[in-house]
């Protein structure tokens, strides 16, 4: 900061604070030294597709773009939307390249922004720590709703996030049709992914009871 400062570039300069992911899960043995963060409130950590595992931190400054201190809780923002953003922002022409993401300006600016292409996600491997955290494989966000589900279609959650932050309410059985477009979608998306190894695991919130117990008399 205090370098852009003395070369006179803060004012035509975006600077982004921002996460891939939430906060590394204690159970790692070789990361617990990384584990001190919190999620806050959230369900999740790193791996996880709740919201404390997708769901960071994202602080920009911008002097001549967006007042200092303004707060926007309301736009459902991700990295992906980052390049379309900035190749607006800079007068690039990206039109016919297929992108995840979209034009994110208005957000950057400080507005709220409603996206038209949902958000998906998926995760292929065992995900560590307690079995609250444990999310299905698969998860789309689209508008205010989130669904996660497994391929197979077993574990179906269904969130309005805004009202549910936490994922606490599954709204599955009070809302089918949303439940069977969402999927569609995100499966549809998953059909497109390349290729690569699925931990027999994933997607599983099994509890790890042990497979015998000892009896001890002390």
């Known amino acids: 900061m205090d370098k852009l400062d003395g070369l006179g570039l803060t004012d035509n300069t975006i600077v982004i604070?921002?996460?891939d992911n939430g906060p590394e899960d204690i159970y790692i043995r070789n990361a617990t030294h990384s584990s001190v963060g919190s999620s806050g409130p959230f369900r999740g950590r790193k791996r996880s597709l709740y919201e404390g595992g997708v769901r960071t931190p994202f602080i920009i400054r911008w002097p001549n773009g967006?007042?200092?201190?303004?707060?926007?809780?309301?736009?459902?923002?991700?990295?992906?939307?980052?390049l379309?953003?900035?190749?607006?922002?800079?007068?690039?022409d990206i039109d016919g390249l297929e992108l995840d993401g979209e034009d994110m300006t208005y957000a950057l600016?400080?507005?709220t922004a409603h996206r038209n292409k949902p958000l998906m996600w998926e995760w292929r491997f065992n995900i560590?720590?307690?079995?609250?955290?444990?999310s299905p494989m698969l998860s789309i966000r689209d508008g205010d709703?989130?669904?996660?589900?497994?391929?197979?279609?077993?574990r179906i959650e269904l969130y309005n996030i805004p009202k549910d932050p936490m994922e606490l309410n599954n709204c599955t059985d009070v809302l089918p049709e949303h439940v069977a477009r969402m999927a569609d979608r995100v499966l549809a998306w998953q059909h497109i992914l390349p290729e690569g190894p699925v931990d027999p695991n994933a997607g599983s919130n099994a509890y790890p009871?042990?497979?015998?117990?000892?009896n001890t008399n002390v």
Do not use: M, Y
Not at 128 to 134: A, E, F, S, T, V
Not at 145 to 154: A, I
Not at 209 to 214: K, L, Q, V
């Open 17 to 19: 604070f921002s996460a």
């Open 84 to 92: 379309p953003t900035f190749c607006k922002l800079a007068g690039v």
């Open 128 to 134: 560590h720590g307690h079995w609250l955290h444990k």
């Open 209 to 214: 009871w042990p497979g015998t117990f000892e």
């Open 66 to 82: 967006v007042s200092a201190g303004r707060i926007n809780n309301d736009t459902a923002l991700c990295a992906v939307d980052l």
């Open 109 to 111: 600016r400080g507005q």
């Open 145 to 154: 709703w989130k669904l996660l589900l497994n391929p197979d279609h077993s």
